[in-house]
Each structure stands twice: as structure tokens, then as C-alpha cells.
């Protein structure tokens, strides 16, 4: 694949994607973002993520969702972008909103975890350098540091933001609570908490749960949700067609390779639910997986839905729940 690369025209019409306005803000996030969690690493063809990067942006997936150590190996899915933005998409660089994270171990040592002013000012740093940016347009927090100083957290993501380094700034996976504080002291240091990330899909419903949701609402905060397939749960890849005690799950998939999927998950009473569900999804002419990406989007205070894509046909199924 050695051919120029142009963009499609149509990759804005109405019919192509969706936008939702993030909160209180100027940002319009498409209704499916890409994520690189998986399928995007040092281990998956390059051409291949290529194809697939290619395709999300000419069907105006244009927000993009890294942290410093997707992968595997740690950092090669930004590295990655590197070699993206230097083969296809520099001249787009203004049209895509590109976010990165730390927060998860990312190298050997007491500095390179966790949320310490030192961790994420260099964990940026490097993820700079390795995706061959100038800015993020949007970096996180990945997760809460009950260990550090709360305040030495924020102070460092309004320190990224002045330093221009970062657009934006938003939270992953932060209890209720400090999500109040972070909000605030953003706030008083004229940075907005543009976003928080959660899991939120058909079997895992936590941030509605415990109300961070309403509260992103109540004070104009975007919401985006990782994991809206349930890793591939929600998907009919694990569904059998006819319920048998001598189920097998596929061999090639993320749950025979027992990384973040186990077999043991797939109880009887998930099953019931999934065949349910996917009744429900066929009586009204959709997949299991349009279905469970509708739902998430439905969800008061959703802005946009994070999906991960390891081939072209299956981010194009995943494009026909915003129809």
C-alpha cells in the first residue's frame, strides 16, 4: 500500500457519522471513536492497521484513542500512529482529535506508574515522541492514585494543558468522589474536565450505577465508553447458534487466548442473556453488536463509544448502529 493517500470527500456528510458535542465544550466527538488498544501493536501487520485507520477516517472516525502502553509490546500502538501520521496523515493533523493516557505501568521503577506529577509529564513526553506529534489534543489520567496527592495529580494535567502539550485534559476510571474533586480543582485553575472515560455497556453499568453519569451531565462533562462490546461478549462471536453442553469457543478468539477473556466467564446464565438479547437485536433487523452499541449510545450523557476494529469489515458493521 504505497500509493498517496487522499481522503474521501464524503467522510463528513451526515449519512457517513454522526457528531456529539462533549459536554460543555467546543468539541464534537464522532458517536464511534477508535481504539487502539488492541490490534495495533508491535504484533499486528502494519498494513493492516493502515487499511483499518484509513478506512475510520474517510467514514469520519477522526477521534483516535491511545495510551503509553497499548500494544503489546508498551508503546508500539502509538508508534504506530507515528508511522501513520508520517505516511498518510500529516496533512490531516488538524482534523483529528488524538488522545494518549498514563496512569498504568509503563516502564521498570517507582517513576513509571501510577499518577506522580514526574510519571505523567514524562510518560507524555515520551508518548510525543513516539506518535511524531507536537500535541495531544486530549490526555488522561488513566486511573486514580489513592497513593499521591490528588491535587499533585491535577496540578500536573494543568500544568500539560498551559504547557501546550495537551488540548484537553479527562479522567479514566475515577471513583465518584475524587471525580467531584478533580472537577473542581480543574475548574478553579481555569482547565475543564472536558471528559471521563468509563465501562459502561449492556453487562457492565457502573457509571451508572454509582452516578457518575448524572454527574457528568450536571456539570458538562463529555463521557466516553470503553469496552461497549464487552470485549467482544456482546458480539455473536462467542454466541452459539443452537445452546449445547458441547459449546466450543472459537479457536482463533480473545477469549481462547485467556488474556483479558476467560472461558469460565461464559456461564449458562450469560448465555441466556446473550440469546436474548440477540432475539431481541434480530426482531429489529440489527446484530447482537449494533444492538449493544445503540444501547450505550442511547444512555443519557454519552458522547461517543470507543471500538476497537481488527479488520476494515468489522469497524463498517460497527458504523451501522449511528444509521
Not at 490490534?39 to 483516535?64: C, K, L, M, Q
Request: glycine content about 8%; proline content about 4%.
Amino acid at each position: 500500500m504505497n500509493e498517496t493517500y487522499s481522503a474521501a470527500s464524503s467522510r463528513y456528510d451526515e449519512d457517513v457519522m454522526r457528531y456529539e458535542r462533549c459536554g460543555k465544550s467546543g468539541v464534537l466527538l464522532p458517536r464511534l471513536s477508535l481504539g487502539f488498544w488492541h490490534n495495533f501493536g508491535s504484533v499486528d501487520p502494519f498494513e493492516r492497521s493502515r487499511e483499518i485507520t484509513r478506512y475510520a477516517f474517510d467514514h469520519g472516525i477522526v477521534h483516535w484513542d491511545f495510551a503509553n502502553n497499548y500494544g503489546p509490546r508498551y508503546g508500539s500502538a502509538e508508534e504506530t500512529l507515528g508511522r501513520l501520521m508520517d505516511l498518510d496523515f500529516r496533512p490531516y493533523r488538524d482534523e483529528l482529535f488524538i488522545s494518549t493516557k498514563a496512569g498504568y505501568d509503563m516502564w521498570q521503577g517507582p517513576y513509571g506508574n501510577w499518577g506522580s506529577r514526574k510519571y505523567l509529564m514524562a510518560s507524555l513526553d515520551q508518548s510525543l515522541q513516539r506518535m511524531h506529534l507536537d500535541y495531544v489534543d486530549l490526555f488522561y489520567s488513566h486511573r486514580y492514585d489513592p497513593e499521591t496527592p490528588v491535587e499533585e495529580t491535577l496540578q500536573a494535567l494543568v500544568d500539560i494543558v498551559r504547557s501546550g502539550k495537551a488540548l484537553y485534559v479527562g479522567i479514566s476510571d475515577w471513583p465518584l468522589l475524587v471525580t467531584r474533586v478533580a472537577y473542581d480543582y480543574l475548574e478553579k485553575h481555569d482547565v475543564h474536565l472536558l471528559i471521563y472515560q468509563g465501562k459502561l455497556n449492556m453487562l457492565s453499568r457502573v457509571p451508572q450505577d454509582e452516578g457518575i453519569l448524572d454527574f457528568c451531565v450536571e456539570k458538562g462533562v463529555g463521557f466516553i465508553s470503553f469496552s461497549p462490546l464487552a470485549q467482544g461478549l456482546l458480539t455473536d462471536r462467542y454466541l452459539p447458534k443452537e445452546q449445547t453442553q458441547n459449546y466450543q469457543i472459537p479457536a482463533d478468539s480473545r477469549m481462547a487466548r485467556g488474556t483479558y477473556l476467560k472461558e469460565s466467564m461464559l456461564t449458562s446464565e450469560l448465555l441466556n442473556k446473550l440469546h436474548s438479547w440477540n432475539d431481541e437485536a434480530a426482531g429489529k433487523g440489527q446484530t447482537l453488536a449494533e444492538y449493544a452499541l445503540r444501547w450505550v449510545l442511547q444512555q443519557r450523557g454519552v458522547t461517543s463509544v470507543l471500538v476497537g476494529a481488527s479488520s476494515i469489515s468489522q469497524l463498517e458493521k460497527n458504523c451501522r448502529c449511528i444509521k
